[in-house]
């Protein structure tokens, strides 16, 4: 059965102390893994897909990379505004045809 | 212009009661979806609508019935409703399955309460 588990819970920074979030997955076989970003009260928002192991993507302070059974969003000198739950979900190549499988996110919370 | 817009926002209701959330999308995807969010920000996929056709359906009680009129509207119709039923559902919209950089655009949430 496909997994995605999201580490640590919740994470606590000061503006501009950095840090990284995990991804840990397991797939039949990987079609893509997404980084979401969700606001209070609000839908998830895309950020990122990745496709193969050895990736990586960047958006300002934000930067996904993944490996053959991780990923990890690196946060580099977060700002308050960067506060959200940060989602990462799989895309099973196997039989889910296409369903996006969800971990249950990593609550940011960044203080001035 | 909202790109997946979904209808209504707040939805709360008594124990037994049969109601509906509407949904639309005006990117020119194939395919709708539903998530249900619990009160653990858990996203579990309910449906999901490929050109009108149900292509996946959960382990989702069967009083949940989706609706897809055409490929740019999926409605959510649930009968009976329970205390369990309480939730965030989002509606959310791709290009075919597996197809498509993009992922998913997701709605902004139902939150439906049953009292």
């Known amino acids: 059965e496909d997994q995605v588990t999201q580490s640590p819970e919740a994470l606590r920074l000061q503006e501009g102390e950095s840090s990284s979030l995990n991804c840990s997955y397991t797939?039949?076989?990987?079609?893509?893994l997404f980084w979401y970003r969700q606001d209070p009260g609000k839908g998830p928002e895309f950020l990122f897909t990745l496709y193969s192991a050895g990736e990586e993507k960047e958006k300002e302070r934000l930067k996904a990379t993944l490996t053959k059974k991780e990923s990890f969003l690196h946060i580099t000198a977060p700002k308050p505004e960067d506060s959200a739950t940060y989602l990462c979900?799989?895309?099973?190549?196997?039989?889910?045809?296409?369903?996006?499988?969800f971990g249950k996110g990593t609550k940011l919370s960044v203080k001035p | 212009d909202t790109a997946v817009s979904q209808t209504p926002k707040y939805l709360v209701t008594q124990m037994g009661n049969d109601k509906s959330i509407k949904c639309e999308q005006n990117?020119?995807?194939?395919?709708m979806y539903w998530y249900k969010q619990d009160s653990k920000k858990f996203l579990k996929i309910m449906f999901s609508y490929n050109n009108k056709e149900l292509i996946i359906n959960e382990t989702v009680p069967n009083r949940f019935s989706p609706k897809s009129p055409d490929k740019a509207h999926l409605n959510l119709h649930i009968n009976s409703l329970e205390l369990g039923d309480s939730a965030v559902y989002f509606c959310?919209?791709?290009?075919?399955?597996?197809?498509?950089?993009?992922?998913?655009?997701f709605g902004s949430g139902t939150r439906l309460t049953v009292v």
């Open positions: 797939v039949s076989g990987l079609r893509g």
């Open positions: 959310a919209s791709s290009q075919m399955p597996g197809t498509g950089g993009g992922g998913y655009t």
């Open positions: 990117l020119g995807h194939d395919t």
């Open positions: 979900a799989v895309q099973d190549g196997g039989g889910s045809q296409g369903n996006l499988i």
